[in-house]
């Protein structure tokens, strides 16, 4: 592929034939239309001087955080110290597994080795399971399992269903990442594209996870395990 990048941007000093290309741009000074694409392209600078702190700001990179209006803080220091070892982090990890699983092939054998990797205890299929999409409204409190805890509702099966665009991980993500599985263990249908699907999808939840963690899970005093797992 390079060859042929390099065939084509040339930079040989004999004029060619005037004349017309077959996409009917005519050539100039005998050489085609166009040209290459600068190899070290260069981009402006950017201009900064309306990106300020607002006055409620956290900055513990400026003097420590010592001149906002935070009180001090174990982060004062520039560096986050997480509460707790994100159990989130095993779960990035058993995504990566199944990718090198699938980069070293895709016969059913090694999606059954993905499978299991993504079957863990506590693992992706466990949060999977239940993911929310805090795009969409949460579901009513009001209609709400009392014995099921508030980031769990989706565990339920009647609110799932209810709310399905709420319940994403459940509802949409999980009948993709099943199936193609589920394919890719009988030898049904293309393996790569089987395995393009259990990479998106798992993409997919963990782009809901870290949204989900930051902003719904994590403020809860006594959930800070979830901002470990968002950071």
Same mark, same amino acid.
Request: glycine share 8%.
């Given at each position: 592929? #390079?060859?042929?990048?390099?065939?084509?941007?040339? $930079? =040989?000093?004999?004029?060619?034939?005037?004349?017309?290309?077959?996409?009917? =741009?005519?050539? *100039?000074?005998?050489?085609?239309?166009?040209? #290459?694409?600068?190899?070290?392209?260069?981009?402006? %600078?950017?201009? @900064?001087?309306? #990106?300020? +702190?607002?006055?409620?700001?956290?900055?513990?990179?400026?003097?420590?955080?010592?001149?906002?209006?935070? /009180?001090?803080?174990?982060?004062?220091?520039?560096?986050?110290?997480?509460?707790? &070892? /994100?159990?989130?982090?095993?779960?990035? !990890?058993?995504? @990566?597994?199944?990718?090198?699983?699938?980069?070293?092939?895709?016969? %059913? *054998?090694?999606?059954?080795?993905?499978?299991?990797?993504?079957?863990? /205890?506590?693992?992706?299929?466990?949060?999977?399971?239940?993911?929310?999409?805090?795009?969409?409204?949460?579901?009513? !409190?009001? @209609?709400? $399992?009392?014995?099921?805890?508030?980031?769990?509702?989706?565990?339920?099966?009647?609110?799932? @269903? &209810?709310?399905?665009?709420?319940?994403?991980?459940?509802?949409?993500?999980?009948?993709?990442?099943?199936?193609?599985?589920?394919?890719? &263990?009988?030898?049904?249908? $293309? %393996?790569?594209?089987?395995?393009?699907?259990?990479?998106?999808?798992? *993409?997919?939840?963990?782009?809901? =996870?870290?949204?989900?963690?930051?902003?719904?899970?994590?403020?809860? +005093?006594?959930?800070?395990? $979830? #901002?470990?797992?968002?950071?």
């Amino acid at each position: 592929m #390079c060859a042929l990048v390099l065939a084509a941007c040339g $930079d =040989s000093d004999t004029d060619t034939t005037a004349g017309s290309d077959s996409d009917g =741009s005519e050539s *100039t000074n005998g050489t085609t239309a166009g040209g #290459c694409a600068d190899e070290d392209p260069t981009s402006a %600078p950017l201009d @900064e001087s309306a #990106c300020q +702190a607002d006055a409620n700001d956290y900055m513990p990179t400026v003097n420590g955080s010592a001149d906002d209006v935070w /009180p001090a803080c174990e982060n004062d220091d520039g560096t986050y110290h997480p509460f707790e &070892q /994100p159990s989130a982090a095993a779960r990035t !990890e058993a995504f @990566e597994e199944i990718m090198v699983i699938f980069n070293a092939g895709l016969t %059913p *054998t090694d999606f059954t080795a993905a499978r299991d990797q993504y079957s863990l /205890p506590q693992g992706l299929e466990s949060r999977l399971s239940r993911r929310e999409d805090v795009h969409y409204p949460n579901i009513p !409190e009001s @209609e709400q $399992d009392a014995g099921v805890e508030f980031d769990k509702q989706c565990t339920v099966l009647e609110l799932r @269903e &209810q709310y399905p665009d709420r319940c994403a991980g459940p509802m949409k993500i999980q009948p993709i990442i099943n199936q193609a599985f589920d394919d890719g &263990q009988n030898g049904v249908g $293309d %393996p790569m594209v089987n395995a393009a699907k259990v990479e998106g999808a798992i *993409t997919w939840f963990l782009y809901l =996870s870290v949204i989900k963690e930051a902003t719904f899970s994590c403020p809860p +005093a006594d959930y800070s395990g $979830d #901002c470990d797992a968002a950071w």
